[in-house]
């Protein structure tokens, strides 16, 4: 078992910003490819963010430009800093954690509880 806990989810107006943290072991960090992802209701899981390591970061286009994934080795938290949200951008957020890098949800064994992310218009 992988333990990925998240917060910083809540409600904002269109425009507005959230950071959202997924907190995991120093293991967990070190070793596997740490992910975003989101759903909405009636949606599939997508992917928002990958991030492996120290390498570059890629970004769903959907949300480029507009959210940072980031990591603070330090105290082993993901974050997700999300600017310029839009309605769309409304749902669960998860953080999740593979083996592989992938944009397919089922690829990750490992994710978090999740957390609610709402926009409004």
């Known amino acids: 078992q992988v333990p990925l806990v998240e917060s910083g989810g809540g409600s904002v107006q269109a425009g507005g910003s959230l950071r959202l943290s997924c907190a995991a072991s120093?293991?967990?960090?070190?070793?596997?490819?740490m992910a975003w992802f989101r759903q909405s209701p009636g949606k599939q899981r997508e992917g928002v963010a990958i991030?492996?390591?120290?390498?570059?970061?890629t970004y769903a286009d959907s949300v480029k430009g507009r959210f940072t994934i980031s990591r603070d080795n330090g105290q082993n938290i993901l974050y997700l800093q999300m600017n310029s949200l839009k309605p769309e951008d409304t749902g669960v957020y998860y953080c999740?954690?593979?083996?592989?890098?992938?944009?397919?949800?089922?690829?990750?064994?490992?994710w978090g509880q999740g957390t609610q992310v709402t926009v409004s218009s």
């Open positions: 999740a954690a593979g083996v592989y890098c992938s944009w397919l949800y089922y690829e990750y064994p490992h």
């Open positions: 991030k492996y390591r120290d390498i570059d970061p």
């Open positions: 120093e293991y967990t960090m070190d070793t596997y490819c």
